[in-house]
């Protein structure tokens, strides 16, 4: 586990050095390859293994996050920035609809710049379009395209470069000039999928009214472009926007019903694990596979595997392997993916706040009070030391990303969140009986409209009261990265403190 933590460490360090320092990859791992050799040398000698191995790790980090330094060359589409060209490609993703226009990620195939003379090449890389919203397009469409491409520059205090570069984007371009040569080009899995995804979102919208149905398809989808800008910053205000995102909790609400209807159905733990893996899977993919649900489907399925073989999973361990392997696959995700450290750190504030929360379960055990007014006090204080945990461990990473603090967050997550677990169960099941028999869809979705237009009016209603935020316009402050090491630094103290003065005293 400490080698996993030091392959994390390596990739932190080098997403902060210099692109110049970065491009020895081969020094750094022939450091990794020294180091691998003493493990195997000194095997024998726990001290030496150790540091060996925390080094062959380390090296390991700064080496992978050196090869995905993206350099470009002729073969590469952003080579060409600030030329115009004509460009032929596919539609690799889903395309983003908005009130204003669609984004389109296009898979480059060829490139030609007339006013250079450069004939047609092949050419390879992601270009972003930003187009009006007709004509629209689809995953997998095939287009010829005439623009300007443009690299692209952090906008205020927003790092777009950066936020793109993780999906390996280093070329925009907006409203260029697009002619539709075929369809049917991409990923066939994919386009059944996102064909899926877009009939389950009419069922959505043809059986609840605007608000509710956008509502739903954020939560359960991960389809945020029907909420309103209106109610999406309510939810911002409020520290309520986890709530419309696909999240952990969305993932793990999902496995478990998945879970246990596999089990109901007396197959053993080894099937129903397959399968529930299974339909994580596609669930993911469903839903576009954010930062966020990968994460949670990663995790989520090393819990169900350890559920399955009969072992006690640590759940500090398997988010560590979770951020390992995500890692491993695309490193840019530690440093330029805000989302990506929101949702680690609000796991790991669940880790931690799980032993207070049964310390206090215990204590009010204790008092033998009635079950029902117990049973009310423990939802109670769960849902806000876990929220507050959540708040404090996020709040620095708010504060620089978005300057923006909600101080109302525990109490609006107190009314807000036991409504998530029916929505998600309720919303897949009416789901499901929708598509089948599309006409009673509406009434399938009775109990799920109620509880979403709960969630709207608590919003609105908690948003109309003043200083429900503070604006944190920090980065001006001198409020610099030592003093957030500084400020988690206090929190694992006073943790460790009242962990040692109440949890692990008798």
């Known amino acids: 586990m400490w080698s996993l933590v030091c392959f994390i460490i390596g990739i932190t360090i080098s997403s902060f050095l210099p692109t110049d320092i970065l491009k020895f990859k081969l020094v750094y791992f022939s450091i990794a390859v020294v180091f691998g050799t003493i493990v195997f040398a000194l095997w024998t000698r726990k001290v030496f293994r150790v540091v060996a191995l925390c080094g062959l790790f380390l090296f390991l980090g700064i080496w992978r996050y050196g090869v995905s330094v993206h350099l470009a ?24 609809t908005s009130v204003k226009n669609q984004k389109l990620i296009i898979q480059t195939e060829k490139i030609k710049i007339e006013k250079d003379n450069i004939s047609v090449l092949s050419a390879k890389g992601k270009v972003l379009f930003y187009t009006s919203l007709y004509p629209s397009f689809k995953f997998g469409d095939r287009l010829e395209i005439e623009c300007k491409l ?78 309103d800008d209106k109610l ?66 990663i995790m989520g399925i090393l819990v169900l595997w350890a559920v399955s073989i009969g072992r006690v999973a640590r759940l500090q361990n398997i988010l560590i392997i979770a951020a390992f392997i995500m890692l491993l696959i695309n490193p840019k995700l530690l440093r330029d993916d805000v989302g990506f450290q929101l949702s680690f750190l609000a796991v790991f504030a669940i880790c931690y706040c799980l032993p207070i929360i049964e310390k206090f379960n215990e204590w009010m055990d204790s008092r033998q009070w009635s079950n029902y007014s117990t049973l009310i006090l423990k939802a109670v204080l769960s849902i806000l030391i876990m929220t507050s945990g959540i708040q404090l461990l996020t709040l620095p990473i708010l504060a620089y990303n978005f300057s923006k603090i909600s101080i109302v967050a525990p109490i609006a997550n107190l009314f807000i969140l036991w409504t998530q677990p029916p929505i998600m169960i309720l919303s897949i099941a009416s789901l499901m009986l929708g598509f089948l028999f599309p006409y009673w869809s509406p009434f399938f979705f009775l109990p799920s409209y109620s ?52 949890i692990l005293s008798p």
């Open 73 to 96: 060359n002729p073969a590469d589409v952003d080579f060409y920035n600030g030329k115009t060209a004509l460009i032929t490609g596919t539609v690799d993703d889903k395309p983003e």
């Open 150 to 227: 443009k690299l692209p520059e952090p906008y205020k205090d927003f790092a777009y470069d950066k936020y793109l570069a993780r999906y390996d984007i280093y070329s925009i371009c907006s409203f260029p000039k697009i002619r539709l040569l075929n369809q049917g080009n991409g990923n066939i899995l994919y386009e059944k999928i996102y064909g899926l995804n877009q009939k389950l979102v009419d069922v959505i919208n043809y059986s609840m009214p605007a608000k509710e149905a956008g509502l739903a398809s954020g939560i359960v989808l991960g389809e945020r472009n029907g909420i």
């Open 451 to 502: 509880l979403l237009f709960y969630i709207i009016k608590i919003v609105e209603y908690l948003n109309k009261f003043p200083y429900t935020y503070i604006e944190a316009d920090i980065k001006y402050r001198g409020f610099l990265w030592f003093w957030i090491i500084l400020y988690y630094f206090a929190i694992i103290r006073i943790y460790y403190l009242i962990k040692k003065k109440f």
């Open 232 to 297: 999406n910053t309510a939810f911002s205000n409020l520290g309520l926007s986890h709530i419309v995102a696909i999240s952990g909790m969305n993932t793990t609400i999902l496995a478990g019903a998945l879970m246990a209807l596999f089990l109901g159905i007396r197959l053993n733990r080894k099937k129903a694990f397959y399968l529930t893996s299974l339909a994580l899977f596609i669930f993911i993919i469903l839903v576009g596979a954010p930062a966020s649900a990968v994460r949670a489907g």
